[in-house]
């Protein structure tokens, strides 16, 4: 059964950083895509980045791409996002999320997504 598991949110000012991290189990990932969403109250959810397992191709949203990257560690079942020069905005619950359909057109759309973690809260204070 596959889990996933984000860390890394918590309480930041204005032009700081966090890094998230979503550790994976349950299942073998070598061909799966994965993404980061966010979703603020009253907001509907919001794509952030996704990478491919196996390539460690990239796909971010164009609005964040200048100040979040995500990665990946294959030998720790791991995907992060290094959060920088955040803002008030950014404000979210942000989840991890893995598609087993892989790297496709359809990494930007949560509903490609098979798994979803519980999400960590980000607060960004001005």
């Known amino acids: 059964q596959v889990q996933l598991v984000e860390s890394g949110g918590g309480l930041v000012q204005a032009g700081g950083s966090l890094r998230l991290s979503c550790k994976a189990s349950g299942g073998t990932f070598s061909n799966y895509a994965m993404g980061w969403f966010r979703q603020a109250p009253g907001n509907e959810r919001e794509f952030v980045s996704a990478?491919?397992?196996?390539?460690?191709?990239?796909y971010p949203a164009d609005s964040m791409k200048d100040r979040f990257t995500i990665s990946r560690d294959n030998a720790k079942n791991a995907v992060y996002l290094q959060m920088d020069s955040l803002k008030p905005d950014d404000t979210a619950v942000y989840c991890c999320?893995?598609?087993?359909?892989?790297w496709g057109r359809g990494v930007g759309d949560g509903d490609e997504y098979d798994y979803w973690g519980r999400g960590t809260q980000v607060t960004v204070s001005s």
């Open positions: 999320a893995a598609s087993s359909g892989g």
């Open positions: 990478i491919s397992w196996s390539s460690g191709n990239r």
